[in-house]
């Protein structure tokens, strides 16, 4: 079967992996992170929206589209919709489990961004792990606050009352304790990705007693199979 996976996450590229023996795949990346080491066909960088992804399913003469995008990129999931729809291919997703607060754990449910900024009013120090969103307001720091913000790639940096540390994950435990107590962080600011690879600071903040601001994810749109499991995924493609 020809397959095209829309990727930009670890299990994407296990999905690949699994599936490449098997079928004609194409892994599709945005562009904006590693290129995996993959032995199938791998494309980057957008379509043009959904008519253009419409037009590569069509051009390509993919027989099954799958979303395995990272639960906060709801933009492509929503072009794979009408893109599935429109080219007459089915379209299948993976979708990562949430996180779900376990005792001990202290979580502010927030929405958006001005939702963020409501939930920290009494916090001095906010340790934030959602990409970039707060860089754009670094004018915006209240003047009892110093943020430590961590992202992929880095950035210029922006004001002198925060402090921007450039990694990426997996994290351990041990790590993410040290960086919390050496920044004195009394709050981490996180969105719900779920998944292993950055859970070590939700352990973290557990285990200091540190307070969680949780940027809930955005509503995805309900396709033909979802799957939240990888290997269900594959094997439904044995
Ligand atoms: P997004 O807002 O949903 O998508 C923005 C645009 O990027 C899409 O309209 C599409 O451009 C292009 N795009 C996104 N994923 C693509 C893919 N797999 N293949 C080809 N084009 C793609 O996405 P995002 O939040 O910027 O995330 C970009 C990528 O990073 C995604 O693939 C996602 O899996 C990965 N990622 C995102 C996050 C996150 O927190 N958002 C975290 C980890 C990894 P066109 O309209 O031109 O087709």
Redesign the pocket.
Known sequence: MRILI????GE?VELARRLTPVHAVIY??????KIPDLTCAVRV??????D??AAFLRANHIELLIDA??P??????H?AVHAADAAAVPLWAYQRPAWSPEPGDDWRRVADWSEIITALAGFKRPFFTI?LEPLRHDAEIPLDQYWLVRCLAAQPLVSPRLTLLCATGPFKREHEVALMRDYRIDVLVA?N?GGRAVEAKLIAARQLGVEVVMLERPILPVVERTFDEIRSLAAELS
């Open positions: 829309l990727g930009g996450t994407a599709s990346l945005a562009g904006k992170g960088g957008g379509f043009g929206g959904g253009g992804l995008t990272h906060f990129a709801a933009q492509i999931s072009n990409g969105k990705s």
